[in-house]
């Protein structure tokens, strides 16, 4: 008993099968597009219509009137002023995570410090709300993260 081709058996349209096989392998034999011929496009329609230099300041003018764009760089002012912000020796043991939906994170080097700043969130709170740099930022509370002591390990000796 000789048996019929699967698309025959399976009642299969050829053409379908072929197409299903060989799509995943027919960006390979696309012709490449011409690069000379967009720079030869390009190079006639310098300095036409729609094609003129915008002036450098409006375009950051643009940019900068962005309300995420403000946020960000109040932020940016922040990681620059923080040290005028909560002083030397808090500065060098901690630094400004990020600012989630009005919580501040405030990644800390030790435990002690995770401790002392929890403390004097309030207080850094405070210097937050009247600092220049941050008027634009909606702070609302501080989360300090870090610091966590090693956990225990038992080691073979």
Same mark, same amino acid.
Not at 14 to 20: E, F, G, V
Not at 79 to 105: K, Q
């Given at each position: 008993?000789?048996?019929?081709p699967i698309p025959e058996e399976?009642?299969?349209?050829?053409?379908?099968?072929?197409?299903?096989?060989?799509?995943?392998?027919?960006?390979?034999?696309?012709?490449?597009?011409?690069?000379?011929?967009?720079?030869?496009?390009?190079?006639?329609?310098?300095?036409?219509?729609?094609?003129?230099?915008?002036?450098?300041?409006?375009?950051?003018?643009?940019?900068?009137?962005n309300p995420l764009w403000k946020?960000?760089?109040?932020?940016?002012?922040?990681?620059?002023?923080?040290?005028?912000?909560?002083?030397?020796?808090?500065?060098?043991?901690?630094?400004?995570?990020?600012?989630?939906?009005?919580? $501040?994170?405030?990644?800390?080097?030790?435990?002690?410090?995770?401790?002392?700043?929890?403390?004097?969130?309030?207080?850094? $709170?405070?210097?937050?709300?009247?600092?220049?740099?941050?008027?634009?930022?909606?702070?609302?509370?501080?989360?300090?993260?870090?610091?966590?002591?090693?956990?225990?390990?038992?080691?073979?000796?």
């Amino acid at each position: 008993m000789t048996r019929k081709p699967i698309p025959e058996e399976f009642r299969l349209n050829t053409d379908a099968l072929a197409a299903r096989l060989f799509e995943p392998y027919a960006h390979q034999f696309v012709q490449k597009r011409s690069f000379d011929e967009e720079n030869r496009k390009a190079a006639e329609s310098f300095g036409q219509k729609g094609r003129d230099w915008t002036d450098f300041g409006s375009v950051l003018a643009s940019l900068t009137q962005n309300p995420l764009w403000k946020t960000r760089m109040a932020l940016a002012r922040l990681y620059d002023d923080w040290t005028s912000i909560v002083g030397d020796s808090i500065a060098r043991n901690s630094r400004v995570g990020r600012l989630r939906g009005g919580e $501040l994170s405030i990644i800390v080097n030790s435990p002690a410090w995770a401790n002392t700043i929890s403390f004097m969130s309030e207080a850094i $709170l405070e210097k937050l709300h009247t600092h220049p740099a941050t008027k634009d930022l909606d702070i609302r509370s501080i989360k300090v993260i870090g610091g966590q002591n090693e956990p225990y390990k038992r080691r073979r000796y």
